[in-house]
């Protein structure tokens, strides 16, 4: 079955053989919340990204999302957005900040 996006295998020069990169899907969305909730234990509940959230993601900019598979099983995954500044306030430089 094929899957959504781009989708990259890991080769023998990495850590971990097998691994299958891919762009996520909605059906994806729960095993992103189990990840996220696994990664970070002692994060408080309301502070999780829902279901809700990465679907916003997913709308939005779709070929920003990747997720890491090993034996079919989530084990890792990104989200990204695309950002647009707001022209009409002043640019910041690293050394203002």
């Known amino acids: 079955m094929s899957r959504g996006g781009p989708q990259l295998v890991a080769t023998q020069r990495r850590r971990n053989p097998g691994v299958l990169i ?6 994806d969305i729960p095993g992103l919340v189990e990840c996220q909730k696994a990664a970070y234990p002692d994060l408080p509940e309301e502070l ?6 990465h679907a916003q993601e997913l709308d939005a900019f779709p070929e920003g999302q990747f997720l890491a598979e090993l034996d079919g099983r989530i084990v ?7 950002f647009q500044p707001d022209e009409s306030l002043p640019r910041l430089t690293w050394e203002a900040i």
């Open 22 to 27: 891919r762009g996520w899907e909605l059906d």
């Open 48 to 53: 999780h990204f829902d279901e809700s959230i």
């Open 76 to 82: 890792g995954y990104n989200t990204s957005i695309i």
